[in-house]
């Protein structure tokens, strides 16, 4: 009898014991800012969490090289533009392109509208 007991005991016990969440460190290319609110609104409302890590969000700024972050094993994912991502592999750094989140390039040329230029052509 006692034996049973500790069978369901032990079996309730592992079936409501909590795993530690894996820690995941995110390396911002930029300042905190509007371009990367997804990544903090899923951190408020618990996506995260409920799939069972634990992220810090590290903002980045004009002195942060995000390559270099990962490489020296300082977060385990970057946010980086495709150039500087490319140019860091071809430098070395074992990068892996895990996903494009935006549909086109926040990149653009501009020019002052009197300039008469409308197109790449021109």
Known sequence: MIKKVVMVLLTVGFAFSTQAAD?????LKWVTQAQFGGYFVAQDKGYYQAEGLDVTINPGGPDIAPPQVIAGG????????MPAAL???????ALVNIAQIFKK???MLTCRKDSGIKSPAD
């Open 23 to 27: 820690k995941v460190t995110i390396q």
């Open 87 to 93: 140019a860091s592999r071809e430098k070395g750094v």
């Open 105 to 107: 390039s926040g990149m």
């Open 74 to 81: 300082g977060a385990d994912v970057i946010i980086d533009w």
